[in-house]
C-alpha cells in the first residue's frame, strides 16, 4: 500500500486530546475495492451511538458500494470536482435527518446538528480503522432526494465516501497536491468566555 490517510505526527495540538483527532483527516486517494460488510457495518455502529436530543437518532443513511445496482446513482449525484476522485471510493453515502419529533411530531430544532455528530462519530470509527472517510457537500440535494425517494419530512445533510487508502500519485496533478492534513485557527480565535465579541 502506498499511501495511508492515517499521518499522526502531521498535525500537532496545542492542548492534549487524544490521538485519534488528529489522526482523522479527509482523504480523496482510495484503491476503488468495495468497503467489506465488517466495516460498514463498524462505520455505522459507531454513528449509531452518537448523542441526540431525546435519543432522537434522527439520522439515516442511504448508502452504496461500487459493483452494485445502486452505485452509478449515488456517484451521479457528486459535482464533477467530487466525482473524479470519488469513483475509487468503496462507499457512497447520503446522510438524512428526520426534521420532526418522533414523539409529537414537533419541529425539532437540532436535526442537523445531531446528524452532525453521528457523521464525527463515524469519522473517528473510520481513522481508527484506518479508512478514508470524507464528508461532502458538493453534490445535487434535490437530485438526491428525488433519485433516493425522500420525503420532505427528512433533510437532506450531507454525502460522504469511504474507502480503503489508495495511491496519491494517482488522482488529478491539484488534488494530489492537496493530499496532506490541514491545520487549525488556535482555539482563542474560536471561544469566548462570555458574549459574543468575535
Ligand atoms: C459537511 C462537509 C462537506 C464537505 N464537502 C466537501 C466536498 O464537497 N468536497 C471535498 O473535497 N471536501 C469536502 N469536505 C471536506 C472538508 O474540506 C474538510 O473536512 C476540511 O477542509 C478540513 O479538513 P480535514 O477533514 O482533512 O481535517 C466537506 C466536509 C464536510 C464536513
Request: charged share 20%; glycine share 6%.
Amino acid at each position: 500500500m502506498s499511501a495511508t490517510p492515517t499521518t499522526p505526527d502531521a498535525r500537532h495540538a496545542d492542548h492534549p486530546i487524544e490521538p485519534l483527532f488528529l489522526k482523522r483527516w479527509s482523504s480523496r486517494a482510495m484503491d476503488g475495492k468495495p468497503l467489506s460488510d465488517a466495516h460498514t457495518h463498524s462505520l455505522f455502529e459507531a454513528a449509531r451511538w452518537a448523542p441526540s436530543t431525546g435519543n432522537e437518532q434522527e439520522w439515516r443513511f442511504l448508502y452504496a458500494r461500487p459493483g452494485t445496482p445502486h452505485w452509478e446513482t449515488f456517484l451521479g449525484l457528486l459535482m464533477e470536482g467530487n466525482r473524479v476522485w470519488c469513483k475509487d471510493a468503496g462507499l457512497l453515502c447520503v446522510i438524512i435527518s428526520h426534521k420532526f419529533f418522533a414523539r409529537n411530531n414537533k419541529p425539532n430544532p437540532v436535526y442537523s446538528f445531531d446528524a452532525g455528530s453521528a457523521f464525527m462519530s463515524l469519522a473517528l470509527q473510520g481513522a481508527a480503522m484506518d479508512l478514508v472517510v470524507h464528508g461532502m457537500a458538493g453534490f445535487e440535494y434535490d437530485k438526491a432526494r428525488a433519485a433516493l425517494a425522500i420525503p420532505e419530512t427528512y433533510a437532506v445533510e450531507a454525502m460522504f465516501a469511504a474507502g480503503y487508502p489508495g495511491d496519491p500519485t494517482k488522482l488529478p496533478e491539484a488534488l494530489a497536491a492537496r493530499e496532506k492534513p490541514s491545520s487549525r485557527r488556535p482555539i482563542s480565535q474560536s471561544i469566548l468566555e462570555g458574549p459574543f465579541a468575535f
